[in-house]
């Protein structure tokens, strides 16, 4: 019982962190999410425990999916080059150093808007096009946390059916 407590613990623990990864991409998101569901079943050895991580699993890969497909989409339609998102990934990292806690989006933004301008030769265009793959990659993000807390509130339930009821 020891094991148990303690591998829940350890799991909601792998569940937070990777919720918040999903919003905050320094942090590893929806695969510690799985980590943690499937320490969870492997520690209770019990039906309950495999079904709460299949389950889980189920809005762990949805989030993903729904995360890359409805970004993809939306900056193919306004044709933004995979190198404008290198270019705001390396400045967002370097934003990270410059300006603690929001540097990475500041930085981000900043690279994504610098490479457009200098593809495009228009500030506006340039803005219109960066706008538009902030919002493509935030409802993005917002699709992969809505699944997250969704396996979030799949292994709640467990542990309360599995220690409780």
Same mark, same amino acid.
């Given at each position: ?21 999903? *919003?905050? +991409? @320094? ?6 999410? !799985? $980590? %943690? #569901? /499937? =320490? ?57 150093? *410059?300006? +603690? @806690? ?6 981000? !933004? $900043? %690279? #994504? /808007? =610098? ?51």
């Amino acid at each position: 019982m020891e094991a148990q407590i303690t591998a829940t613990i350890l799991s909601g623990l792998l569940i937070a962190v990777g919720m918040a990864g999903v *919003v905050v +991409p @320094v942090l590893p998101g929806s695969i510690t999410i !799985a $980590v %943690g #569901l /499937l =320490l969870w079943a492997v520690t209770l050895q019990s039906t309950l425990g495999w079904v709460v991580f299949a389950v889980g699993m189920v809005f762990v890969a949805a989030g993903m999916l729904a995360g890359a497909v409805l970004t993809g989409r939306r900056l193919r339609e306004r044709r933004i080059p995979n190198r404008s998102i290198l270019a705001g990934v390396v400045l967002g990292i370097a934003g990270m150093f *410059v300006l +603690p @806690v929001v540097g990475l989006f500041v930085g981000f !933004a $900043v %690279g #994504l /808007l =610098l490479s457009e301008f200098v593809r495009r030769r228009d500030f506006r265009e340039a803005a219109g096009a960066s706008a538009a793959a902030l919002k493509a990659m935030g409802l993005g993000v917002l699709a992969e946390l809505g699944c997250a807390f969704g396996a979030g509130t799949v292994w709640s339930i467990g542990v309360v059916v599995h220690f409780f009821l």
